[in-house]
């Protein structure tokens, strides 16, 4: 482990001297010194939000799964739940709320409201918001949650992977200390792979600088 941080800090010494922010412009020593946090955060939060948890361990945490049946019924409720509680936040588009196939949930978080423009600290403003998310959650623990970071196209590509990273991480772990149990938590990193309009205008790049959570259920196939 203390050669792979190595390697990771090594790396990022390296990307610090020549890379572009998402602002466009060249990074400063401060943006360099959080570059080489967010490696090293990135080793803990892999670490802490497994993507290899196995069913068994999951389904213990979370005190077994839904049954196939009741599916359907309980992702209803929690998005109608989640879209009780985000109701100002959904009619001024700060988030939003999707049922998608397979009975996955998507909630949608923008940039202009959870996160400032190169930064992964999610802002003071929005940890209401972040409290009504988790407080849905929590409630409906029978979950799986993906923490999926995305940033827009100014920027070089290796830079907006790691922001995308940070960002989600960000998430995770304020899910976290909300009471949102880290078994449950995954988190990867988009960069601008995935945008959801053109980057060709500040409109369409702001749209695609966001954080997305998908919820997924965890079914009981016994």
């Known amino acids: 482990m203390r050669r792979y941080m190595v390697a990771i800090l090594s790396a990022s010494l390296g990307l610090g001297g020549c890379v572009m922010g998402e602002r466009g412009a060249p990074l400063?020593?401060?943006e360099k010194g959080a570059l080489i946090g967010a490696a090293g955060g990135a080793v803990l939060g892999a670490v802490a939000y497994r993507k290899d948890r196995t069913k068994g361990a999951l389904i213990g945490v979370i005190?077994?799964?839904i049954a196939g049946s009741a599916v359907g019924a309980y992702m209803d409720n929690q998005r109608r739940d989640l879209q009780k509680y985000l109701?100002?936040?959904?009619?001024?588009r700060q988030a939003r709320v999707e049922r998608l196939s397979n009975d996955v949930l998507r909630i949608t978080m923008t940039n202009q409201t959870a996160f400032d423009t190169d930064s992964s600290d999610i802002k003071?403003?929005?940890h209401s918001t972040m409290d009504k998310v988790a407080e849905v959650l929590v409630r409906y623990g029978k979950t799986t949650l993906t923490v999926a970071g995305h940033t827009d196209n100014v920027g070089s590509a290796p830079y907006n992977q790691k922001l995308s990273e940070r960002r989600a991480l960000s998430v995770a772990r304020y899910l976290e200390a909300r009471k949102v149990d880290a078994m449950r938590l995954s988190t990867v990193g988009k960069g601008e792979a995935v945008p959801l309009e053109s980057n060709a205008t500040e409109a369409g790049r702001q749209a695609n600088r966001r954080v997305e959570i998908y919820v997924q259920p965890v079914v009981d196939n016994s």
């Not at 109701?87 to 001024?92: F, G, N, R, T």
């Open 28 to 30: 400063t020593d401060s």
């Open 63 to 65: 005190g077994g799964g």
């Open 124 to 126: 003071p403003a929005f």
């Open 87 to 92: 109701a100002p936040e959904i009619a001024s």
